[in-house]
């Protein structure tokens, strides 16, 4: 299914829908994609777990095909909306950053009149993540790290520490989220974030992929 804009409200209940989002169209007029998923339930809030901001971070994508095969919408109170790949551009081309260069997790919540990578994030807020009321980022370590499975949350924040706690991470890192970030920008509008932070970057670690689904469930 192609949407335009995720208006949930209208898709039917206890279903599952994959498809494309329109985010914004590039010089030659053609629109730049993501993939969501979303499994509707019954009435109740609505989750959205997010991946591949850096387009390099892999661990999260299969991470959430995962827990799609799983979801059961019969059973399921509320909507979980999936994004895989957040960075299209970037995931393409197997890069960290986007088409221009600029790091998406430092300019969030970006602006509709700026660069490409400033538009696009501005994008993303506006189609994708303030659609949530809850939200999970899935990340991995950058470059010459070596990651754990850990989150990083305002644990000052109630609703965002429930959350924290629920991923049984090996380690919490507390701060409110920097500047820039997917998850300070959520934070802004009043979304409990979190990231949950899944090993290495350019790989596909299953053992560490199992343990953040354990958490996400």
Known sequence: MLFNE????????????TGQLNILKNALGEYWQVPVMIAKGKPG???GITAALHGNELNGIF??????????VKQLTGTVVCVPVLN???????????????????IMPG??????SEVYAHALMTKVISKFQYAIDLHTASFGR???LYVRADMNNEQAAIIAKLQHPQIIVHNKGRDGSLRGAAMKLGIPA????????????????????????
């Open 6 to 17: 995720l208006n949930l409200q209208d898709l039917p209940a206890q279903k599952k829908i």
């Open 194 to 217: 979190i990231t949950v932070e899944v090993g290495d970057p350019q790989r596909f670690q299953s053992k560490m992929i199992k343990e953040s689904l354990v958490g996400i469930h």
């Open 45 to 47: 809030k609505i989750l």
């Open 146 to 148: 070596v990651n754990s």
């Open 63 to 72: 991470a959430i095909q995962h827990l799609w095969q799983h979801l059961d």
């Open 88 to 106: 299209v551009l970037g995931f393409l081309n197997g890069v960290r950053e986007f088409s221009d260069g600029k790091d998406l997790n430092r």
């Open 111 to 116: 602006t509709p009149n700026g660069t490409s």
